[in-house]
């Protein structure tokens, strides 16, 4: 069901307005579509003046850009860490613009709008942590045999 984005029927004191017209089709907003995390899944809506918004409901990729080398890579989302929008939205893994995500690459904040844009554009926050190397045997008998 649409959403009337009209103007309130009630004014300030809490009086009524009575309308001089009916709703108009023009007024009507769209209902929103929740992005969550999983395979690829777009979905095409006709909007006023014949343009198409390409809607997506589902994706599993994110085009991540590094702002210290100014290159963008394609990255698989995992999760969503937060999102300011709803705290709600974490639990469901929901994605809209201004959540941080949890990357191959590491955390990123989304700039696009999924909803409206069909696809998911992040800026990088900060670097996944590399695995620590475990020291070979090798080592940890030269470090003790320097010890001692």
Known sequence: MGRWQGRSLTKPTGGRIWARRKKRKREMGSDFIETHIGPAQRVLHRVKGGGVKCRLSA?????????RTGRARKARILTVVENPADPHFVRRNVLTRGAVIETEIGRAKVTSRPGQNGVINAI????AREPEAKPTEEASAEGEAAGK
């Open 124 to 127: 990088l926050l900060e670097q």
């Open 59 to 67: 994706a599993d990729v994110a085009n991540v850009l590094d702002p």
